[in-house]
């Protein structure tokens, strides 16, 4: 069983910066591909970015990807998302979620995840 808890979540002004954490319980976090999802009012679960555990990484749009950064602490079990610049449109939920099939692979949709955090809710005002 593994069990994620976000953190670093608020209110922020466009233009902020805010940097979200996911701290992993449980074994091999190390071999985990980990997930940035988020989840705006009326809108379905999109994701956001994603990081195996060679450290390579994916992000859903190449503007996020100059705002958003992913990466990975595996001596902490923990995976960050960066987010500079933020802008309205970025106000939603955020969740974490892994995939601890040993995959390797940079899973983009929420089915080919098995674990997934509470959320953490983002603001920015404009």
């Known amino acids: 069983q593994v069990q994620l808890v976000e953190s670093g979540g608020g209110l922020v002004q466009v233009g902020g910066s805010l940097s979200l954490s996911c701290t992993a319980s449980?074994?091999?976090?190390?071999?985990?591909?980990m997930g940035w999802f988020r989840q705006a009012p009326g809108k379905e679960r999109e994701f956001v970015a994603a990081?195996?555990?060679?450290?390579?990484?994916?992000y859903r749009l190449d503007s996020e990807k100059a705002r958003f950064t992913i990466s990975r602490d595996n001596a902490k079990n923990m995976v960050t998302l960066q987010m500079n610049n933020l802008k309205p449109e970025d106000t939603a939920v955020y969740y974490c979620a892994a995939d601890v099939n040993y995959s390797n692979t940079l899973r983009t949709r929420i089915n080919e995840y098995d674990y997934w955090g509470q959320g953490t809710q983002v603001t920015v005002s404009a």
């Open positions: 449980g074994r091999s976090f190390g071999s985990f591909v």
């Open positions: 990081i195996n555990n060679f450290g390579r990484s994916t």
